[in-house]
């Protein structure tokens, strides 16, 4: 392999394991967002009843 290829295959590795980790962290996020939204929606239900 020459050099270039290394740099190319190290560059895409990377590349990809940070579409990963972003990925990762927006699915992460909207989980709890969306937790959190319901959480709020049931306490302001529960608020109503009373």
Known sequence: ??????????LATLAL?????V?????????I???DRRRRDNETRETRRR
């Open 1 to 10: 392999m020459s050099v270039d290829n290394i740099f190319l295959t190290v």
């Open 23 to 31: 990925s990762g962290g927006v699915a992460y996020l909207t989980t």
């Open 17 to 21: 394991g940070l579409l990963i980790a």
């Open 33 to 35: 967002e969306w937790r």
